[in-house]
């Protein structure tokens, strides 16, 4: 089933400038802001500029340019953040919520990026 974008998302909104945001990197198909209820220290959203709906929308239909930019980007912001490992930082969380069982707001595509402190575990056990 192919996915349908809705315009009239947060993100979407966002992206057209209709929202104020509080932007950490912009490039020509990418957007990195904080999150505007943060749950860590550090806690940024990135966004494709392009009308995806989720990680697997984006793989599948963005262009190569996009996800090399996006990735790019992603890591650009966790060391501006100076989380990154690699610098001496503390390191940090990436998250892709995806539809019901991801629990997923905001269908547009994005990844978390969440640190500045211990995270814990990542999911609970079941059993
Ligand atoms: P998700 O549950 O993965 O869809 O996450 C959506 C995220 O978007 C949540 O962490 C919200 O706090 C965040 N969010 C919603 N509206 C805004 C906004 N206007 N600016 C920044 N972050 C937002």
Do not use: W
């Amino acid at each position: 089933m192919a996915y349908v974008y809705d315009d009239t998302n947060v993100f979407a909104r966002i992206l057209r400038g209709e929202i104020p945001n509080k932007t950490v990197l912009e490039t020509e198909h990418t957007l990195a802001f904080h999150d505007i209820g943060p749950q860590a220290p550090v806690h940024v959203l990135v966004i494709p500029k392009g009308k995806y709906v989720n990680f697997d929308h984006f793989s599948a239909e963005a262009s190569t340019e996009e996800i090399a930019d996006f990735m790019r980007s992603a890591a650009a912001v966790c060391e501006t953040l100076g989380i990154r490992p690699g610098d001496g930082g503390q390191g940090y969380r990436t998250i892709s919520n995806a539809g019901t069982h991801g629990v997923q707001e905001v269908p547009h595509y994005h990844m978390h990026i969440l640190g500045g402190r211990v995270l814990g575990s990542m999911l609970k056990r079941v059993d």
